[in-house]
């Protein structure tokens, strides 16, 4: 089991930034690939960004130049910094772990934290 917790959701204007972070609990967590996913109204959650056990990153294309995806293995925990941030990134954002068991992935989830970008 995964127990994943998001936190430094909020309310920001267009421009601005925020820094979420994601606290992993329950695993060998330098072990996992790591990710964040969004929820908007209305709209099927969609990949935001990841990152391997070995740190290799990707986005999708709508967020690169503006957020960043990292890792701090000693803390147990995964960070999404965003920039730049626009009315259209307004959504619940979701932390995902990856666990790799014997023959399977199996995906955990945390409960998300709402990002409001509004003037």
């Known amino acids: 089991q995964v127990q994943l917790e998001e936190s430094g959701g909020g309310l920001v204007q267009p421009g601005g930034s925020l820094r979420l972070s994601c606290a992993a609990s329950g695993s060998e967590f330098s072990r996992n690939g790591m990710g964040w996913y969004r929820q908007a109204p209305g709209k099927q959650r969609e990949l935001v960004a990841t990152i391997t056990n070995s740190g290799t990153t990707d986005y999708r294309e709508s967020v690169k130049g503006r957020f960043t995806i990292s890792r701090d293995n000693a803390k147990n925990t995964v960070y999404l910094q965003m920039n730049s941030l626009k009315p259209e990134d307004t959504a619940v954002y979701y932390c995902?772990?990856?666990?790799?068991?014997?023959?399977?992935?199996?995906?955990?989830w945390g409960r998300g934290t709402q990002v409001t970008v509004s003037s």
């Open positions: 995902n772990a990856k666990v790799a068991g014997r023959f399977v992935v199996i995906d955990y």
